[in-house]
């Protein structure tokens, strides 16, 4: 594998982990240990394949192992910052305002929806970056849609609807 090759696609991963991870410094590093990762494992990139794609899978499972390695923090109301979240009807404050929507989106439905619009890899493609089926790939891709209109339009979360709980039969 030539390294101008896995070159070429810096600019696209950067995006994309920029993108997952909401702040420039955790994405040049998730981008590092994507690529040391890539160098590690060449041999295990089959040629002729799309490596565009395979680097992308790489920085999935990187990602989500830095997600699950992570301390959990206590949720945030959201009721409770909003005040501080509210931005201003210019460009670069909406440009702001759609990351911050981007980064409210559960993890999967964000990923979708940067893998097909960001990056513009087919349905297939991100099904097997993400390793999921293709119409799981559809199926977030609609909800994260539909989850990030309603964020940037200001719309409240839907009620969960409550369900009665299980009965115990003897």
């Known amino acids: 594998m030539e390294s101008s090759a896995i070159v ?3 600019p696209s991963l950067r995006r994309y982990a920029r993108a997952l991870t909401g702040d420039r410094w955790a994405a040049d590093d998730l981008v590092q240990d994507t690529l040391e990762r890539a ?3 060449w041999r295990l990139w089959v040629v002729g394949t799309d490596l565009r794609a395979w680097l992308f899978t790489i920085m999935h499972n990187v990602y989500a192992s830095q997600v699950r ?12 910052v ?5 931005g201003a009807d210019s460009h670069r404050d909406q440009a702001i305002d ?25 349905y297939a493609q991100v099904a097997e970056v993400l390793g999921i089926p293709a119409g799981t790939v559809m199926s977030r891709l609609s909800r994260a849609r539909s989850r990030l209109q309603d ?16 009965r115990r039969l003897k």
């Open 8 to 10: 070429d696609h810096i």
């Open 39 to 41: 160098c590690s494992k």
């Open 69 to 80: 390695r992570a301390p959990s923090r206590p949720p945030v109301a959201l009721d409770d």
């Open 82 to 86: 909003v005040h501080d979240l509210r």
């Open 98 to 122: 759609l990351q911050r929507c981007l980064l409210l989106l559960p993890d999967d439905q964000r990923a979708v929806l940067l893998l097909v619009a960001v990056e513009d890899l087919s």
């Open 151 to 166: 964020l940037m339009e200001g719309t409240p979360p839907p009620a969960v609807a409550s369900r009665p709980g299980l």
